[in-house]
């Protein structure tokens, strides 16, 4: 029997058998994340899984999909590829959970100037490791190898997921009202966005990531990969136990874009400086960067990744439980009627 292997192809730039064995070393990661429900397994041509809508009125899927973004240049320069799995995976299912959804199951997509096994395993790990995180299952994927469209040492990392709700649990907007508290959920930094930005400001490429930075404790590059925080599961917990009201992952634009997008147009988000702590990297890029507060908080999270919006009578209960399920968080503002945006607030004042 002819094995599928092509000279031809190879001296083009692709070998077919390098993905062979790229499927081969992903499979004992993939295992891992499986959850009940999956029904195949990686090397197929579709990955298949069968919800349990036990209990649910009327199902609903819920989607997204998103990158790394130019976090990922970091993962070649530091020659460190098994975190940024984890940040794409946490880039979708941090935006489905914000549906009240429950992620089911992931597909990652790697687009790669030359497949090399060792580098997509370790990918994929941190795939995994983020499904695992997330609680849910890496049912497929594709790795493209792209000769001449990036260089050979580069790649490309996105992602999908699809999440289930029954529809009358699904967390819409239309419940905030003037007065709910704001409860932000911590960050574990930079998260996977402005990116471009932290590289302008430290000269990526040019600086030395493995240097001690006295602000930091650590090496700038160990920070500035440090994985994003999945909340999927504390968040399961809490809608479990409190009525949330909206919830906003802050990610891509900061506060100042995601926040309205979990309130009426009739309101604004008044936020209260001072009320969590600002992971010390925030500080550090704003001085570099010579960058308003402005633009720092339409930038970056400032430590906080997530914020669920509350009744006033729920805040301590929101705080105790997300606390309790392995995030810190805290009340940091509320809902007062406004025109859809965001002010911020001296604390005590």
């Given at each position: 029997?002819?094995?599928?292997y092509s000279d031809s192809y190879k001296d083009a730039g692709v070998d077919v058998t ?213 909340y999927v599961k504390p968040v399961l917990k809490l809608l479990e136990e409190v009525n ?106």
């Amino acid at each position: 029997m002819a094995k599928s292997y092509s000279d031809s192809y190879k001296d083009a730039g692709v070998d077919v058998t390098a993905g062979y064995e790229s499927v081969r070393l992903i499979q004992a990661d993939a295992a891992r994340t499986k959850v009940p429900g999956v029904l195949d397994s990686i090397g197929g041509f579709g990955g298949l899984f069968a919800p349990d809508t036990a209990g649910m009125k009327k199902p609903v899927l819920v989607s997204g999909t998103d990158g790394v973004g130019t976090k990922i240049k970091l993962a070649f320069l530091m020659d460190k590829h098994d975190t940024v799995g984890i940040d794409c995976v946490a880039m979708c299912v941090n935006d489905v959970i914000c549906a009240g959804a429950k992620p089911l199951f992931f597909l990652d997509y790697i687009a790669c100037g030359k497949n090399i096994p060792e580098k997509i395993a370790a990918i994929v790990k941190g795939v995994a490791d983020g499904c695992v995180q997330a609680g849910c299952a890496l049912i497929g994927g594709e790795t493209a190898e792209h000769p001449g469209l990036m260089p050979e040492e580069e790649y490309d990392l996105a992602g999908f997921t699809v999440g289930i709700a029954d529809e009358e649990k699904i967390i819409d907007k239309a419940s905030v009202q003037a007065g709910d508290v704001i409860v932000g959920l911590a960050s574990s930094g930079v998260h996977s966005n402005g990116f471009s930005l932290v590289r302008k400001v430290f000269d990526i490429g040019n600086c030395d990531l493995s240097a001690y930075t006295e602000e930091l404790g650590k090496p700038l590059g160990e920070t500035l990969l440090t994985p994003t925080v999945i909340y999927v599961k504390p968040v399961l917990k809490l809608l479990e136990e409190v009525n949330v009201h909206s919830l906003a992952h802050i990610t891509g634009g900061g506060f100042h874009e995601n926040l309205p997008r979990a309130f009426g147009e009739e309101f604004s988000a008044e936020i209260t400086e001072g009320s969590w702590d600002i992971p010390p990297i925030f500080p550090l890029i704003q001085k570099k960067g010579a960058i308003s507060d402005h633009d720092m908080y339409n930038t970056f999270n400032m430590g906080i990744g997530m914020c669920a919006v509350v009744a006033p009578e729920d805040a301590a209960k929101t705080v105790n439980i997300l606390r309790e399920n392995g995030v810190n968080a805290n009340v940091i503002g509320r809902i007062i009627p406004g025109d859809h945006s965001v002010v911020f607030r001296k604390e005590g004042v």
